[in-house]
């Protein structure tokens, strides 16, 4: 089974799905590991850096990631314990929203605790384009969209590009 992203058209339900909040994971079963696989997979094929399960359809708490420098990684379960003061403002896309970018203004580093895909639990400290894309994809898994991030001129301009992305296709 090869899986889609999910692309947010407006008032779709697509959208719906970006919106909820993920549940859990709680057991890591085989197809846990075989969707994180697959994430993986599919993240490469969009050219992305990371990915979400609401982003897959997949409505639980987990994501993936594969920033510059750093070899792919699964998060289960994760939890952010610590954010810097640091403010670092820095343009970001989504695969589930193409040809959309923004600057976003995020925490500059970043402590996370999460399961990796065998089961075993781990702490990572981040920074840079790592800590940018795992925030990226935690506020996936809390229903929030990086286009929700932007002040509102810059959103209006985002959600009018989208609209109009919606009309042509």
């Keep these: 089974m090869e899986i889609i992203v999910l692309e947010n058209k407006g008032d779709s339900e697509n959208d719906r799905v970006l919106r909820q909040k993920a549940k859990p994971v709680k057991d890591i079963t085989g197809e846990v590991r075989k969707i994180a696989q697959e994430m993986i997979e599919a993240m490469h094929r969009g050219r992305g850096v990371g990915l979400a399960g ?92 990086f286009i929700d991030r932007l002040d509102e001129a810059r959103r209006s301009k985002v959600l009018s590009k989208l609209e109009k992305q919606k009309k042509a296709g």
């Design 54 to 145: 609401p982003q897959v359809g997949f409505l639980r708490r987990i994501f993936v990631t594969h920033a510059e420098g750093d070899h792919p990684r699964v998060f289960i379960d994760p939890s952010i314990v610590w954010t810097s003061q640091e403010q670092v403002n820095y343009e970001e896309g989504c695969l589930s929203l193409p040809g959309i970018w923004a600057h976003v203004t995020r925490p500059g580093k970043i402590k996370i605790q999460a399961w990796n895909e065998k089961g075993r639990a781990f702490t990572l400290e981040a920074q840079g384009i790592l800590a940018r894309v795992i925030l990226h994809e935690y506020d996936h898994l809390e229903g929030i969209l």
